[in-house]
């Protein structure tokens, strides 16, 4: 059984992107959770970096999945821009565009597509903690735009189709790991 690290973005003191009183910790933390029960559904264990609004590190989180000797890494967040409605849809971070991360990350991505995001792409970030210090495949999703008001909509909208998308494509992943 594959082990899977949910890791829900900020939290505590540390709102992450705000945007008309919307909080990224909470958008996080409410998609963590409703992604890692739907996985427990599927047979997949699942160790949740925080379950409620506490604050751990970046750093932190990657030890706890290293420690947790975690199949995967999967870091939840919403995206942000300079101004508001500038940009829209949704991208999936990794360390390096090729090998297992990737096809993680092309895997929630093309379900999140489907959902009605626009598809950024799957995108290196090498100095992310969470991607750079975790000893399994990680990824970090940055389900649209909290300060684009078409996202939140389609979130707010479709919300449990938005964390069956995700969870879809983890499974897809781990199935044929």
């Known amino acids: 059984m594959a082990l899977v690290v949910i890791d829900a973005g900020h939290g505590g003191a540390n709102?992450?992107?705000?945007?008309?009183?919307?909080?990224?910790?909470?958008?996080a933390i409410a998609l963590a959770l409703a992604v890692g029960r739907i996985l427990e559904q599927n047979g997949v264990e699942v160790y949740y970096t925080r379950e409620s609004d506490i604050y751990e590190s970046p750093e932190q989180k990657a030890e706890e999945g290293n420690a947790a000797g975690a199949d995967y890494f999967v870091?939840?967040?919403?995206?942000?821009?300079?101004?508001?409605?500038?940009?829209?849809?949704?991208?999936?971070?990794?360390?390096?565009?090729?090998?297992?991360?990737?096809?993680?990350?092309?895997?929630?991505?093309?379900?999140?597509?489907?959902?009605?995001?626009?598809?950024?792409?799957?995108?290196?970030?090498?100095?992310?903690v969470v991607l750079n210090r975790t000893n399994m495949p990680a990824v970090l999703i940055e389900a649209g735009f909290i300060n684009t008001d078409a996202d939140n909509e389609l979130l707010d909208a479709r919300f449990n189709e938005v964390a069956a998308a995700i969870a879809d494509g983890i499974l897809a992943t781990v199935w044929t790991a």
């Open 15 to 27: 709102p992450g992107a705000t945007y008309k009183g919307r909080q990224e910790k909470d958008d």
């Open 75 to 128: 870091s939840i967040h919403r995206n942000s821009s300079p101004y508001p409605n500038q940009y829209t849809g949704i991208e999936t971070l990794v360390y390096n565009r090729y090998g297992e991360a990737a096809r993680l990350a092309d895997n929630i991505n093309t379900r999140l597509e489907q959902v009605g995001f626009e598809n950024q792409g799957v995108n290196e970030r090498k100095n992310l």
